[in-house]
């Protein structure tokens, strides 16, 4: 079994196989995360539910991304109307954006709308998988999405609750898969109680090393956080794109310019005598005109 320094209240990523090889496991807690993407975006009780459990969705098909590989996740949903969008990184690392702000989304509500799944690796694309959702909650349409994918028998469970001040109490997930050798009966009877029991007890056991009354092997562990990739470097390279002209413009009226990151809504603001240098950098002349 696997040993790693994980802060359970912040978030985690468990990965392992049960009962000896019988299925395969995957444990998320992201209350942190949900809660953070909460705050950055003022969700409503239902925006902050769908937030979470989409934010658990996407950790759940992360489980095999190394490197610099990552998943995006879309859903544009047309009941109730939102878009959500959630970067998952290798390292934990995820990052969420919802709108609007205000979604009416009851504890495991259906969605009409369709999802979409990419995976990336270094800056180029290596999956894109569309899936469609039909008066389904999250948790089914991940199931159904992953049956369709890897054509295996399994069952998805994720929990949201709010507590009565719209705080994401808890953001659990968990997928059992069935393993090759093991029929769908025997699957059934070890692992089919697990879709009726509370995911906080789930949880608690599979720390213990057990699940379902067995053996759980840990093959991979992560922390789980918030995080954005976006920087001061980021906004002015974006900047930077802009050219010399525009750029001039905007030392000339406002004087400054203001970005803000639509994934965690951290404000950047570039001064006249950054504008400036950005636009005087523009205007030089590259190695390549010199020739």
């Given amino acids: 079994m696997i040993t790693v320094k994980v802060d359970y209240t912040e978030g985690f990523f468990v990965r392992g196989i049960a009962h000896g090889g019988k299925a395969r496991v995957l444990l998320v807690e992201a209350k942190a995360a949900a809660n953070e993407s909460r705050r950055r975006h003022e969700l409503s009780r239902g925006a902050s539910r769908v937030s979470a459990q989409g934010i658990v969705a996407a950790l759940l098909?992360?489980?095999?991304?190394?490197?610099?590989?990552?998943?995006?996740?879309?859903?544009?949903?047309?009941?109730?109307?939102?878009?959500?969008?959630?970067?998952?990184?290798?390292?934990?690392?995820?990052?969420?954006?919802?709108?609007?702000?205000?979604?009416?989304?009851?504890?495991?509500?259906?969605?009409?709308?369709?999802?979409?799944?990419?995976?990336?690796?270094?800056?180029?694309?290596?999956?894109?998988?569309?899936?469609?959702?039909?008066?389904?909650?999250?948790?089914?349409?991940?199931?159904?999405?992953?049956?369709?994918s890897q054509q295996t028998m399994g069952f998805v469970r994720i929990e949201s609750?709010?507590?009565?001040?719209?705080?994401?109490?808890?953001?659990?997930?968990?997928?059992?898969?069935?393993?090759?050798g093991t029929t769908d009966e025997e699957f059934e009877a070890l692992f089919g109680a697990l879709r009726g029991e509370s995911l906080s007890s789930v949880l608690e056991t599979a720390r213990a090393g057990t699940i379902a009354g067995g053996p759980l092997e840990v093959l991979g562990l992560r922390q789980v956080e918030f995080r954005c990739g976006c920087s001061p470097e980021r906004a002015e390279g974006l900047l930077s794109g802009l050219g010399p002209e525009e750029i001039a413009s905007l030392i000339e009226d406002p004087g400054f310019a203001e970005m803000t990151c639509n994934f965690c809504g951290q404000v950047y603001i570039l001064d006249r005598e950054q504008l400036m240098a950005l636009r005087d950098a523009g205007l030089a002349p590259s190695i390549e005109d010199a020739k």
């Fill in 61 to 148: 098909m992360s489980a095999h991304i190394k490197g610099e590989e990552r998943i995006t996740m879309q859903v544009q949903a047309e009941k109730p109307r939102f878009a959500l969008i959630v970067d998952v990184h290798s390292d934990g690392a995820i990052r969420a954006r919802l709108t609007p702000p205000k979604v009416f989304m009851q504890d495991n509500g259906t969605i009409d709308g369709v999802m979409l799944v990419i995976k990336h690796d270094a800056g180029k694309e290596l999956y894109r998988g569309a899936s469609p959702i039909e008066k389904a909650s999250f948790e089914t349409a991940l199931e159904d999405y992953l049956t369709r």
């Fill in 161 to 180: 609750p709010i507590d009565s001040e719209g705080h994401v109490e808890r953001a659990t997930g968990l997928l059992v898969e069935r393993l090759p």
